[in-house]
């Protein structure tokens, strides 16, 4: 990739010291061995993307995304039963033109939407 497609892709700056999602204050790691650890290969030798980021949060970090039966009340009554919640699927990729309707994940959600029947749902661990 060239430099100028490089001044096109978002990246933390490097001087940054930390982030705040909600009330928490969030070091900044931008070694790669940290990613690595985490199964994420860095796109770029010395930068870390808006996206690596938050894959690095996740699994210790994921309750800051997560709204709240509370939160939830402020657009849906609280007395409307909770027919399923997810906290683990694959989304897809967007970017690389991967339509939901071809996921297994939304494939497997629709049929539940459909049926009723939750069980359609296999959440991977």
Do not use: C
């Amino acid at each position: 990739m060239g430099y100028a497609n490089l001044k096109r892709i978002p990246y933390l700056n490097n001087q940054a010291t930390s982030i705040k999602i909600r009330d928490t204050v969030i070091p900044l790691r931008f070694d790669k061995e940290y990613y690595l650890q985490k199964g994420i290969e860095l796109e770029f030798e010395n930068r870390i993307t808006p996206w690596e980021l938050l894959r690095g949060l996740i699994p210790e970090r994921s309750n800051l995304f997560w709204l709240t039966r509370q939160e939830i009340a402020t657009k849906i009554p609280l007395d409307l039963p909770e027919f399923m919640t997810l906290t683990n699927w694959h989304h897809p990729d967007l970017a690389a033109d991967e339509k939901p309707s071809d996921t297994e994940t939304f494939q497997q959600l629709a049929d539940v939407i459909v049926t009723g029947n939750k069980t359609f749902i296999i959440q991977k661990k």
